[in-house]
């Protein structure tokens, strides 16, 4: 269900039983974002979002 981590012992392989599960890209997005701390948790964003909001970010400054 939404909202638990990822991991094998649950038996999350990969995208595709997030898929299964219902997960739409803006979702999977905002999960993976989360899961590095990028946004906060439940966020839904596109890639395109996600970029933006990293090149503007102290994480972005700190490696150039």
Do not use: C, M, W, Y
Not at 15 to 42: C, D, R
């Amino acid at each position: 269900s939404k909202g638990r981590k990822l991991a094998k012992r649950h038996g999350h392989t990969g995208l595709q039983s997030l898929i299964a599960e219902g997960f739409g890209a803006t979702e999977v997005i905002g999960l993976l974002a989360s899961s590095l701390n990028l946004v906060p948790k439940g966020a839904d964003l596109t890639a395109s979002d996600l970029l933006r909001d990293f090149k503007n970010s102290p994480i972005s400054n700190s490696l150039t």
